[in-house]
């Protein structure tokens, strides 16, 4: 987790990035590319170009967020000279053409995530992604809260033992805005355009969590998807909603470990809340994204008499990513977890280093939500993961 | 939740009251009985007899307890006129034998969870209690946190509409005194004698709570059982563990409701955290056993701009159960709940009216806990759940 | 903190008691003495004599509460022989009468605090417990929050050291029964029967504490009192109110410390909160009566990338007073914090020992509530505090 | 609280920026200079010099930081026709001085906090802010947690009558950076340098809340200040600290109000927890700096039964400034309230509204400061206020 400056650090010009999508994760991904050297030494780079389908809204964009220049013709950002680097912030469903051509073009490509909206398509990026590989070329999928300093803090504890074996873990991911039965329908509730519901979109960073965390592998899965609202109101009369409200899912994991995953739009008063508990033989850990500055810790092997959750407030110099940011006790937000992925992004380039979570990284945790799915439509039946050829990233990110 | 002596009373002399089981739970029996009276108006009684296998440690007890007699003679306590009431705490597979006998009787009977160590055991003893229920004779299982104030009060909220339709409910009973592998072998983990783990022993509460919450009954069932450590030291060398360290259920109930129970004797760190969370249209609460006097509520009828959880502290003379105690913010503990189930099912013996919950709804719990075993033999699959005939007791339950 | 039984004891019959008081604080020292001897192990005692004003109440308190007898006359049971302790929870200003009575009549002697209502009445009961103790007969005033058990561990923890040197302390004591201003008028709120308002009513038991946690003594004191509200509604109209409703004060203590207390009857939605807090060199706690189960410890010389506060459920057999009571997790409640009184008590009695905290430990804190006063009518100008000559038993509670 | 567009706005070229500091304060209002057109509508504006003493320091922050020219003279860059805002985020003896000079130059000023080192210094700027201010040149000195959204919806309940009459305000603001006594000397230790100590650089944020929130001015002060640690190492060995580590003061104000605020550098284990707490007849509200996105709000109003404080989560479009950053439950850090308060500033200066806070507020926190001072070197006793001529000013800030 060092910010040393790079010696090595050969450019001969700053990076040109482009930018894909400038809805709400264009705008936070702005904010992270526009303050990241502020912040962090990283190697020198330039906002080139913003690229959307509204011209009009593209422009404003690109002038509010601080990108040079703006398009709506992806390919042609990606032909370009000047264009180093791809970060594709678009809908899941334009994932996988924009990261293949991106890649193939030479371009260091980060995709917000999920990987893509399909198995398939997931496949066909990791495979591009593998190939880009060889030719240096670096490609990274953006689960951001591996970059939350908590997180990044509680991976280090688990990592030198500190929890010894880890036994269980349960989490959820909380959130409300569908609790209203006449909230409207939008394209996040249709099935073809974004894959799932709760399951992708929310449930997708708990199991990445639980893999980032333990280091362990998800073998098996049973799940649950519900649906509430079966209908709801949309331009012209009701619409079917066609994903998931909420999902439960079990799993066992390498390690003879097990976990536990819950995932709702409709948990009334709960607005984000990631919840991660890790429970193991030498310790326990519990988080909550609404409190993300925040990681309780017991340490078992302390006296029975003084044992207990500790509140650490991750925002001490000797926690990760923070020497960076402001005095112990000045919390940072949300949003400062995609500068830490801008930031770590870029070091990779730099260093040549492979970026984690990587594409088959990303991968992995479709085939879980897959195997959830799969076991949803039979019944709750455990579904076994089909596992990456690839364990040499997983072992990777292990040792990182 | 009426306090109010009662008019009808016409008792020629006081209740005369026999215990079965003087360990942890005549323990805690006996202070009820012994206080009970101090703080509620209740019939009067006597605390008779105290019943034991071991002479001389059961009249240690009597004597610690506060019971004027002891013996180690069950049956013969049973015929003895002067014997009203039968409150039985020894270990599940006693319960059948004793309370059939006990209600067969004529005596009143209060039984300990589980109801029965086995299905067929429990369904005996609910035959037995119907017939006894026809000649006045009452029966009750002891699910004490029902009687927890804010519990009590989270089921008024609810059953007085303030959560609007509740969508699911997200449970878990965490405890950690099997997280050391080193941890002795003792009866409890031996699945002839204890029935089942942490599935019975601690999910079941919470299996009761979500029926006693929100008026809802189990309509099918998904389960997982895991035993991390399957071998534990005995006096004469290791043995093995039969009964599950963990579990996790997800299930489905009338009303189009959802819930998921996970309970564990290796969550390290939660040392009797029965978390309950319910999340419907029209708010959410949120308990932890932990902290009982304390129940989070959000109205999500306020403006959002003041919407949130908040913290009652469930002492106030408002309360259930309060008023009988100390003044606001005198904050009460686990063995209190006790006290309350006496005092309701002395109030339930006078007034004739049948106390709550019946061996009926242990029953329904006993068919829940099975269901989930069921499934978790059978890789998950959904299992239905076998109902009750006896719908009218579970009705009945909504309407108190 | 042990309760093992004593082998010296020598009783030729189990000791009398009798209670002088049947309203709340008689109630819940009532209960203590019902229930101290079913879970720890203390001299036998027999529940004698309660005594009150009111014939017909007091008849009835007896009766409810568990005491044999009942009488109005206080000298009459006084001079009985077969009393030999008196437990005094009368109002303040009753308590010298009765005391040094009790005293030279050669009873031990527990009284209610705050110990007296004036300077004068405290002075001639440290006077008469001096003159006692020479004869073998003990007196202690009960401060009841010295046996909470997280405040007894917070004691234990500071005396080892582990916090380093104290720097201050930050207490509050914050109640809200008064927040309406047309709360009806109260004995309690009149100067001459209550002696003060929230000053002597719940700063002392801060104050108390202060001292009991870092054996340090008040050296000055600078105070605030105010009284919100003026006047309030008594039977025939609108009554002067003579006490504060709030009070501040600052202290200087020795060992170079400083304190701040706060205690307030208006804090609206603050029930019964003591809060206190402990900042030293090494580490920290803090502390809140209405989670009274609770201790939060923060131990400086961890390192900085794992410190914060833990959270200490005060439950398990390693924590004082708790091996009597449930298994882990199974919290305790406020009054639980008489029957460690009384059991203390009773054991002193029994050892010859001399309990704690003492008359002059009681009269310590009039002194510096008087300090307080003084300072208040002075415009807040830094007052010392007259120390009492008996340093000795001070430190002797260090040493305990 | 509006960030709608001001169609009056008629600038001919974007404002031109200078900032005169590029350490701490620099680094964090640089931030919000870069980032507050990103996500709110304000008048167009450049950011153009950054002035510091060093010049190989300031060209490196000027670079980082985003600003396109630096330099190591103030006064050459107030005298440009192309600047017409001066950020001040120099030390505090610096403040009075430039502040005039830029004043008399016409242009617009923000000052960081405390306004001056001096009561004389910040006198003297109130006199040049109310000259500027006729010819429409405004000033506003950086009291950056009024823009803390959930202490500006604190602001608006209070005043909209939602907490009643407010009877006390509890504060606090404990750090613990000179916890450990060998800590090194720095400036901040020296009173000729610094002012004074946690007095005036933290005290002072809790003393402007206290203003802020409920609209009341302090009447009179009583104080104590505290050094623990009177000498710390510096680089050729002891020196003496001239600074306090600690401080208590308690105010009465307008309107029958008490508060009381403590602040301290020793608390150890508190990071930078700005503890705020309201008590009124109609409800209360709590909030700690170290979970900044939640405020704790109790409606006294509600029935009894289900009272309790509730947890804001401060992050909903409907509270202030968060209309303009994430989605519900991504919660902001601290440096955003740097970002509004720039953001308000330039939409002062646009509207020709005079911003809050003025000079005359930073003075009145002064003479607060002042009297606790005055007040702790004369035994705590209590000091009046001196009140500031200009009313109109404070009484402004009520109706905003």
Redesign the interface.
Known sequence: MSAEPNPQLEQTRPLGVAMIGYA?MGK?H??AW??V??FFTVPAFEQKVLVGRDAAQVAAAAS???WSEWTTDWREVISREDIDVVDISAPGWMHAEIAIAALEAGKHVLVEKPLANTLAEAEAMVEAARAARGKGVQSMVGFNYRRVPALA?ARE?IAEGR?GTI??V?A?YL???L???ESPMTWRLRKDAAGSGALGDIASHAIDQIGYLTGQTVLEA?G?L?T?VTQRPGPSGLEDVTVD??A?A?F?LTG?M?A?V?A?R????????LQI?V??????LTFN?????EL?????TA???????????V??P??PYLEAW???????????TFTHQIRDFLLAINSGEEPSPSFEEGLQVQRVLAAVEE?AN?????IPVHQSVVAGSASQMQGA
């Open positions: 709400f936070v702005s904010n526009r303050n050297g502020s509010t967020y601080g803090l504890l929890l036994r269980h349960r959820a959130q409300d805005w609790s209203d039965a049973s649950v519900r509430f409200d909420a439960w079990t066992w003879d097990g536990s819950e709702s409709v948990a009334t008063g709960q607005k984000n809340s508990e429970y193991g033989t030498g310790g326990a994204l609404e409190n993300l500055n309780n810790f017991l340490d078992a006296p029975v008499r003084e044992q207990g959750f500790r509140r650490i407030l925002n001490e000797e926690h402001w005095p112990q006790g000045h919390i940072i937000g949300w949003e400062h076991s039979n019944k709750s039946t455990v």
